[in-house]
């Protein structure tokens, strides 16, 4: 009986023996290869997807959302490998005109696009850029000068979100029900406007103008509120206001419409700043190559198109006749001299660097 239990305790102690040796190699060969170190945690959090939602006011077939919304943002998407991915809400589903810079502020939209003049005097430094009188021969020369005017000027208006791309949208011209021909022609008349200086520079020309959202003028346009619509030659198209134009009077000098993308500070802060980089490289490129000429682009086929498909007439004024209606507006640079100095600002020199910057890319984009 000894000898049996003896047999028997060195067999039990060898199976204990062999299973801890056992268990201590695989377990330490599993710790050592499921380890998580804060590199691995911070690697699998940069592959996880960005979501991003876009606001804007442009309809979901507008040349804006097809041509620019939705091939810039597949362009960010396959730099940055699929992370991020920018959803895009058109037709002011998510935010109206009006309050997508403000609501990209508060976090309703990541990304925001709308027009500067939508918030008259929220954007002074901005607003100069679009002041009647100082003319743009095209979208590429507005678009270039208010982003080298952004760069050197640092308006403290576009510092609570992150500016991705500023773009013009070439010279605004009167389209009418009914010809104007001459100054006599528009008086009294009721024009559409989408606000700034450009309705005063309407009302000192003798007519009347009425300040909405470009999203609003054809309604207005196609009831008899309003009788035509200072705006690009692309609306025509872009917002069917060629349907309800019979005449376009051509007037470069009174209008510059200018547009911004915009994000939202922190959740751009939340980003790293390699896909900070990687944003702002794609969205350079695509500015320069895509953006600053899609405007030149649609007004002259939105013109054409209207040209062979209706009976439009399109007027140019006389040498006399637009010397008169310059002289008309100059009050309105003036103006615009006297409210950035009410605001604390250098309006002499805010004025001054536009008109340079406007000459400087007018010989370059002729």
Same mark, same amino acid.
């Given at each position: 009986?000894i000898?049996?239990?003896y047999?028997?305790s060195k067999?039990?102690s060898y199976?204990?023996?062999?299973l801890l040796?056992t268990?201590l ?5 599993c710790?050592?290869e499921q380890?998580t170190t ?5 690697n699998?959090?940069?592959?996880e997807?960005i979501e991003?939602?876009?606001?804007h006011?442009?309809s979901?077939?507008?040349?804006i959302?097809?041509q620019?919304?939705q091939?810039w943002?597949k362009?960010i998407?396959?730099?940055?490998n699929?992370?991020i ?10 935010l109206?005109s009006t309050?997508?810079y403000?609501?990209?502020?508060q976090?309703?939209?990541d ?8 918030n008259?005097g929220?954007f002074p ?5 679009m002041t ?9 020369a507005?678009?270039?000068a208010? $982003?080298? #005017?952004i760069t050197?000027l640092?308006? %403290?208006? &576009?510092q609570? @979100?992150k500016q991705l =791309?500023t773009?013009?949208a070439?010279?605004?011209?009167l389209l009418?029900?009914?010809?104007i ?6 008086q009294?008349?009721?024009?559409g406007v $989408?606000g #700034? ?5 309407? %009302?000192? &020309?003798g007519? @009347?103008p009425v300040v =909405?959202?470009m999203s609003?003028?054809y309604?207005a346009q196609s ?6 619509t ?6 025509m198209?872009?917002?069917?206001l ?5 005449s ?7 209008y510059n419409q200018?547009f911004?993308?915009v994000?939202?500070?922190?959740k751009?802060?939340s980003?790293s700043p ?6 702002m490289d794609?969205t350079?490129k695509?500015h320069?190559e895509k ?8 007004n ?6 209207y040209?062979?498909?209706k009976q ?11 010397k ?6 100059k009050?309105?640079?003036?103006n615009q001299i ?8 250098p ?6 660097t536009?008109q340079?910057l406007a000459?400087k890319?007018n010989?370059e984009?002729?």
């Open positions: 009986m000898r049996k239990f047999i028997s067999i039990f199976i204990i023996f062999t040796i268990t190699f695989v377990c330490g060969g710790s050592s380890a804060p590199e691995d945690i911070e699998e959090q940069a592959k997807v991003l939602k876009l606001a006011f442009w979901s077939t507008h040349f959302e097809t620019l919304v091939e943002s362009a998407q396959e730099a940055t699929g992370q991915k920018i959803t895009s809400y058109p037709s002011q589903t998510l109206t309050e997508t403000d609501g990209v502020i976090g309703i939209a990304i925001g696009m709308s027009c500067y003049a939508y008259r929220r430094i901005m607003e100069a850029f009647p009188g100082i003319n743009f021969n095209n979208s590429k507005a678009s270039m208010a $982003t080298e #005017g050197q640092d308006p %403290k208006e &576009l609570d @979100t =791309m773009w013009g070439g010279p605004g011209h009418m029900k009914n010809p021909k001459n100054k006599a022609d528009l009294g008349v009721e024009i $989408t #700034g200086e450009r309705a005063e520079a309407i %009302k000192l &020309l007519a @009347t =909405m959202a609003e003028c309604d009831k008899g509120v309003i009788k035509g200072l705006s690009t030659l692309s609306t198209k872009g917002f069917r060629g349907e309800v134009t019979n376009v009077t051509l007037t470069p000098f009174i200018l911004y993308m994000m939202n500070k922190e751009w802060d980003l390699e896909i900070q980089d990687i944003i794609v350079e695509f320069k953006v600053i000429g899609l405007l030149d682009i649609d002259e086929e939105s013109l054409k198109y040209q062979d498909t439009l007439d399109v007027y140019e004024l006389s040498k006399d006749e637009t008169e209606w310059i002289e008309l507006i009050p309105v640079i003036n006297n409210m950035l100095n009410e605001k604390g600002f309006g002499e020199q805010i004025i001054k536009v340079e000459e890319y010989e984009y002729k």
